[in-house]
């Protein structure tokens, strides 16, 4: 019996004619120096708990908000289509918005970068 419901919630293969899952996937990071930058000095690092909003191009809908995780990754599942992903600011920290195409049964892959203005 508890099997059988199982087979109800649980995602079909997709191997199986079913539609596979869709949307993006990727990592932010949080770039600047908490001190003067030194030539060759790499100051950036992963940004755990950024926010970021998702907004449809077709008809300018949000349709997603999420925080990034452990080690600044994400993903997150989404219909085919174009999407502008706006990272929301962050103390002094923000980031640039990125308009992505998500291809049906992809995960396109991401990477959002925040700026903390110091250097």
């Not at 059988?4 to 596979?20: E, I, Q, S, W």
């Amino acid at each position: 019996m508890l099997a059988a419901a199982l087979a109800l919630v649980a995602p079909a293969p997709a191997g199986n004619g079913a539609t596979a899952p869709s949307g993006i996937r990727g990592i932010v990071t949080l770039s600047g120096c908490p001190g003067p930058q030194r030539p060759g000095e790499l100051c950036t690092k992963r940004f755990e708990g950024a926010r970021i909003r998702v907004v449809r191009i077709r008809d300018r809908r949000v349709v997603r908000l999420f925080r990034s995780h452990a080690g600044g990754r994400f993903r997150v599942r989404l219909s085919p289509g174009r999407y502008r992903l706006e990272p929301q600011p962050s103390g002094i920290a923000h980031g640039a918005a990125v308009t992505v195409a998500v291809r049906p049964h992809r995960f396109r892959y991401v990477h959002l970068d925040y700026d903390n203005g110091l250097r």
